[in-house]
């Protein structure tokens, strides 16, 4: 079975600061690869994926992430960060398709980023 | 409709009453799915339908959770006989492509079990 993980449960930061969330995944075979965020009160929207090609992805609202395959990672990165970012992060993996499979995503447990104004 | 909806937001039960908890997915989206969020963690998989056809459900913890999408569109979640452990938020996503590729997930329902 595939597993994700978050090595960073909160992480507080200033603004301008830069930012680099942790994400690591277990499953050898291919995958497709999700970055979610969760405003307070909001619900989950999609933020950036990766599903083949150049492993590096740009987001919205400023957001990359890189796949190294090597690594089984995913992280998630900002330049600088604004007060507006203040949010949970969530990495999800879904492997590849195989026929009649459905694609549910495996969750890592979030990261809480707290920026400070 | 503009996205995913699910109804009620919040719900609490006493325990051991039953309750249904509804999701309304992006119009003409084939896959949807049914995710339960304990609290403090992420979103775990319980149950996924193409169209009508329910193709996995090996995510459903208990026989007391059972889901359905009739027409292909609606989907209710029901739980009977609530217990403590399952309060959660329970989020509905849906997606265009058949198996799901790229999720739009609904604000959830925040069940809670006295």
């Known amino acids: 079975a595939q597993s994700v993980s978050q090595h960073n449960h909160h992480v507080i930061l200033s603004e301008a600061a830069s930012l680099e969330l942790g994400c690591n995944y277990s499953?050898?075979?291919?995958?497709?690869l999700f970055w979610y965020v969760q405003y307070p009160g909001q619900h989950l929207q999609l933020l950036l994926k990766y599903f083949s090609g150049d492993p590096l992805v740009k987001g919205i609202k400023g957001f990359e992430a890189e796949f190294i395959k090597s690594k089984f990672s995913f992280n998630l990165r900002k330049p600088s960060v604004q007060w507006s970012d203040t949010a949970e992060y969530f990495c999800a993996v879904t492997r590849s398709i195989s026929s009649g499979s459905a694609r549910q995503l495996t969750f890592g447990s979030g990261t809480q980023l707290t920026v400070l104004p | 409709g503009a996205g995913v909806s699910q109804s009620p937001r919040y719900k609490v039960a006493k325990r051991g009453q039953d309750v249904a908890l509804r999701c309304d997915p992006i119009s003409g989206h084939v896959s949807l799915f049914w995710y339960q969020q304990a609290l403090g963690q992420g979103p775990e998989f319980l149950t996924y339908?193409?169209?009508?056809?329910?193709?996995?459900k090996s995510g459903l913890p208990s026989d007391r959770f059972f889901a359905e999408r009739p027409e292909g569109s609606v989907s209710t979640l029901k739980i009977q006989r609530t217990q403590q452990e399952d309060s959660a938020v329970y989020l509905c996503?849906?997606?265009?492509?058949?198996?799901?590729?790229?999720?739009?997930f609904g604000p959830g329902t925040r069940l809670t079990v006295t």
């Open positions: 499953y050898g075979g291919t995958v497709n």
């Open positions: 996503a849906s997606s265009f492509r058949d198996r799901g590729l790229e999720q739009y």
């Open positions: 339908f193409q169209n009508e056809a329910q193709l996995d």
